[in-house]
């Protein structure tokens, strides 16, 4: 049966002079979880992740693996590994001598060894390439090197420090998918850190974003996207219009929002206490946005505006439109499911927008300007 707190950190801060990378971290990762910590550069995702292995030691709080206290336990004698984002498998050696490498200090075999290194080659699909040097390999070959270094060792935990990062977009994403993969069939817990929302989102099981040191919310990647629990989550997963507006009415579950030049907007009640007066942020996702060319019969959750730029991009379009009073424009994706000319509507022309109720996230005010 698989542990809900197999890693654990209590109350982890690290410290760095004045400067507090992590700050009173809780956390609780499961055993066998594909878990991602995203956040932007310099939030302490990586601080975090280097805590864990053992490379940095907290300024204060615990950390425990599978029950056992590990705060105190040096990198080299915790059931962890690591890999890096410039692979670092070393050119001197071919693929077979740089998978070895990471057995060398285990007392086994020769047989058992050589079982485990063609069982990690197999894992990775690099049969026939043993006898290659890394200037042989393309960049994805070279990270399968070293993910099969880190795993060839049969670790309780894999941490992953932006591994992808190197690789080009197409590339990236054919290892996403190989990852993930990869995981489900070894079966570990996998701690990964990136900056990249896609990434975390198409990969995790769960994702704990970050910022300024400290994490904000702990979710899966639809609660993230769907229900972010603040406008940071909201702002830096995905694109999202924003909207601020004070709630005007509450009636039953569904509250009523004055936004000024976005006009009146519906939605459900959120999670968090709300009453009338209330300032709330309104946010909505491009995508939940239709563009229609006539006015809708609904009076709520409508606005008008032209479109100032628009951009097809293939398999969906991007639109901007302005509306009048509102600094920013607002942002559309639609799927192309039917052939569109020129991105469905010329620049400037006049259309109306229109969402639903369920489509709308509501949030509370402040975290940043409207």
């Not at 990690?120 to 399968?144: C, M, N, P, T, V």
């Not at 701690?191 to 990969?203: N, R």
């Amino acid at each position: 049966m698989s542990r809900a707190d197999f890693i654990a950190l209590r109350e982890l801060s690290k410290r760095f002079g004045s400067v507090r990378a992590v700050d009173e971290v809780d956390l609780e990762i499961r055993q066998g979880e594909f878990f991602a910590l995203l956040g932007p550069s310099g939030c302490g995702k990586t601080t975090l992740l280097r805590m864990i292995a053992g490379f940095e030691t907290p300024s204060a709080g615990e950390i425990s693996l599978d029950g056992q206290p590990m705060t105190a336990v040096p990198p080299n004698r915790r059931p962890v590994n690591m890999v890096f984002q410039n692979y670092a498998i070393f050119p001197h050696l071919n693929v077979r001598d740089n998978i070895a490498y990471g057995l060398r200090r285990l007392k086994l075999s020769r047989a058992e060894r050589n079982r485990r290194i063609d069982a990690a080659l197999d894992l990775i699909k690099l049969q026939g390439f043993e006898s290659r040097h890394a200037h042989q390999l393309s960049g994805g070959q070279r990270q399968r090197v070293a993910l099969a270094r880190a795993l060839v060792r049969q670790p309780l935990v894999l941490l992953l420090d932006e591994p992808l990062g190197a690789l080009d977009k197409k590339l990236r994403a054919q290892m996403q998918i190989e990852l993930r993969a990869l995981q489900k069939k070894v079966g570990i817990t996998f701690v990964f850190v990136t900056h990249d929302q896609e990434e975390a989102l198409s990969i995790s099981d769960r994702i704990a974003v970050m910022a300024d040191g400290r994490v904000l919310q702990v979710d899966t990647p639809s609660r993230l996207y769907e229900r972010p629990a603040s406008r940071v989550v909201a702002d830096f997963i995905g694109t999202i219009n924003l909207f601020p507006g004070v709630v005007s009415a509450i009636e039953s579950s569904q509250a009523t929002v004055d936004t000024g030049p976005v006009g009146v907007v519906q939605a459900r009640c959120p999670e968090f206490p709300l009453a009338v007066g209330s300032a709330v942020i309104v946010a909505v996702r491009p995508e939940k946005i239709r563009v229609l060319s006539e006015a809708p019969d609904e009076t709520v959750n409508v606005t008008r505006g032209d479109i100032e730029a628009a951009a097809y991009l293939g398999d969906r379009s991007h639109f901007h439109v302005r509306i009048a009073g509102r600094d920013e424009p607002i942002a559309i994706a639609t799927q192309n499911i039917q052939p569109m000319l020129d991105a469905a509507t010329p620049a400037a022309d006049r259309v109306w927008l229109n969402w639903s109720p369920d489509a709308v996230i509501l949030l509370p005010a402040g975290g940043g300007p409207g």
